[in-house]
Structures are given as structure tokens and as C-alpha cells.
């Protein structure tokens, strides 16, 4: 009996929400923003030797290289993003081509 009754009431709630929904008359309009920054990975034995020097700097060189990405932004400009790692901490440092430190 119980189910009976708990199967009507499901029902009922479910014809009430079906009746009150409504179509869409007007068109919606999505637009979707992509980014174009493009993200290569590099081996570090295969960076540049300026990047390298960067790497061995002295505020740089406490800190052991992981993992390297050629980044290319949309304007054709590119860094390499070096993922770098001292103890438990972890950070990124993006440098340009010629070695300089890109903020």
C-alpha cells in the first residue's frame, strides 16, 4: 500500500514539473573564449645554452630544474617556463630565449 501511494505521489510530482516547463523561443548566443597560448614540453639537456647560464645564476641556482615548456603566446612571442623545485617548495621562472628573466 505504501508503494502505491509513494508511486502516485512520484507521478504526480513529476507531471507537475513536466507541465510547467517551457521552450526556448529566442536563440542563445554562446561564445566561447579559447586561449591560444600554446604549451611545448622541452627536454632540459635540450634548452638553449643562454637559458642554461640563466639556470646556473645565482639566485636561481638553489633551486633544481624539473621540468621545462616551450610557451608560445598568441602574439608569437615565446618564453620557456622552467618548473623548479628547493625542498618541498615549488615555483615556475619563465625565461626568454637570449636568457633574461621574463616577469
Known sequence: MKKIILSAAFLAFASITAVSASE???PVAITVKQDSTTK???ELKDLPEAVKTTLQSEPVKA???VA???VTNADKTTFY???VKKDAETA???IAEDGKVVQ
Open 24 to 26: 526556448v523561443k529566442s
Open 68 to 70: 621545462a615548456f616551450l
Open 63 to 65: 633551486w633544481t630544474p
Open 92 to 94: 615556475s621562472i619563465k
Open 81 to 83: 617556463q622552467i618548473d
Open 40 to 42: 611545448v614540453p622541452v
